[in-house]
């Protein structure tokens, strides 16, 4: 989910910041390695010089920063990057520490722009996409990034037991500096230290992050107005109920033998979405531009008549059926939406939640050992754990919840209670940030298995009729895209390399509203389509599909 730890940038250079999710590596590249050059002398305009030196720079820190570490990095222009702690504290919590990166780009443009991080945190490295990093080192930016309060174990993919100190003890610094209290302290030392670096003062301040990261950015401008000009939030995990519905996804998994989905039966569920779904948007090119609009009759796949092969048992069907269904209060109304269907080979949907192949089912009725699991079970295990029942021995499969569609209300308070200071969901929270004239750039892999696509559908529908409320037009300062056929954050057959960054510069600083944003294929570069601001889609209005100059944004029907 959130996942979070994922992003495009990281293996290529700083692969040891990089310890989870592996397979995401070809992703997620962090933009460049550290070279350490040595204490040089750096020429900022012909105004002033600074030291890339720890002593030097130190007496600059606000109070509650401190520097650790100075080097001038060649991979990135001959930037002062910087390393250290900030205190963090406040709000009645007791106080904590956040560790963070700084970059101090030699010709700074007078932006700033903090990363956010994936999964639960606890490392440095940015969950942001290729594109948006090369962005950022091309114009000048300064940027900063923190852990969020906490070191993960090298050890363990997903990890949240920094939250509790131990049996039924919270850790209410961890967990607030993770949920939201670390990326405030740490924006505001930040800032303040890069103001006094070069002597002038910030233009313009943005967020970016996807996944965990995109949390990060929507908790930013919903509790923080202030600190970001511009945010951009990737298939943001703004709805924290994603870890409770999961629950029933992998319930259903480990409680019928027969309810496991193999890759083979993924690449068949792939085929016969694709052929029912590829032309309800006019064009058939393999690419399903609304995936909110495609409902195939799933209970067709049930093997009948002594059929063993190119069908599905009943049982996988009641999974993907799980999964694809919103989770329900006790009133019936929903609380967390499903999951789409499709592209999941494509999109790596074994890892996030359907298990690898190579991957062994426990006995009936019992979980994945601690640790092992497809990631959102990993995730699901550590927020029960560590954050939602603080028992590091409580047994996932006597939670309950998962064994319907339904969560009691006891349960979904009990639930909300422990998550509500990360969570971001509630789009009334944002008004401040429009208020202001603050840019919101959304985006979201309309086949994201991680974290469900049709939330941030669901936050824009209902941010709108919030801003109305206030006399407010969200859509003048909020823009979502979906993107056809693209994972979490990453992957995907269809286009899905794009630059959030320079849309959102463009938008902040000469007020041009991103009227499309053009993708492109990881694999073809040469293969192009807009992305266009939800409700409008793409819509074929030249000769070829594989070229952004033919199509168009415009409105859907039914949208
Ligand atoms: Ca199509």
Known sequence: ??????????????????????????????????????????????????????????????????????????????????????????????????RFTLTLPRDWSHRFVFWGVGGYGGDLSPAVTESDLHTALQRGYATGITDTGHKAPTTKLVDASFALKKAGLPDRAAKADYYFRATHDVTVALKEFTKAYYGMSIRYSYFDGCSNGGRQAMVEAEQYPDDYDGVIAGDPALDLRLELSDIRVHKAYLSHPDSRLWGRDLTLVDNYVLKQCDELDGVKDGVIQDAGACHPDLAALICRGGQTTGCLTAGQVNTLLAFTSPTLNEKGQEIYPGFPLGYYMQTRAQQWQFGTDDLPTPPTGQPWPEDTGPYEYQFDDQTLKYIVLQNPEADFMAYPFGDSQTANSAVLKDY????????????????PFLHRNGKLIMFHGYADTSISPFGSIA?????????????????????????????????????????TLSALQDWTERGVFPHQIIAVSENAPEYSMPLCPYPQMAKLTGNSPHRSNDWTCTIAPKR
């Not at 823009?479 to 269809?494: D, N, Q, R, S």
């Open 459 to 499: 936050f824009y529908r209902e941010l709108l009729a919030a801003g109305k409320q206030d006399s407010l037009a969200p859509q003048s300062n909020v823009a979502l895209f979906m993107v056809p056929g693209m994972g979490h954050c990453a992957g995907g057959a269809t286009p899905t390399i794009f630059d």
């Open 1 to 98: 989910m959130f996942y979070w730890r994922v992003t495009m940038f990281w293996s290529r250079g700083r692969g040891y910041l990089w310890k989870c999710i592996a397979e995401w590596r070809e992703y997620l590249v962090i933009a460049s390695s550290i070279a350490f050059i040595g204490s040089t002398q750096l020429a900022l305009g012909s105004e002033s010089v600074r030291t890339c030196n720890v002593k030097v720079l130190s007496p600059l820190a606000p109070v509650g920063m401190s520097i650790e570490s100075a080097q001038l990095d060649d991979a990135e222009n001959g930037a002062c990057v910087l390393t250290g702690r900030v205190k963090t504290r406040s709000q009645g919590l007791p106080d904590g520490s956040a």
């Open 416 to 431: 909300d209670d422990a998550v509500q200071e990360g969570d971001a969901r509630d789009p009334r929270r944002l008004l």
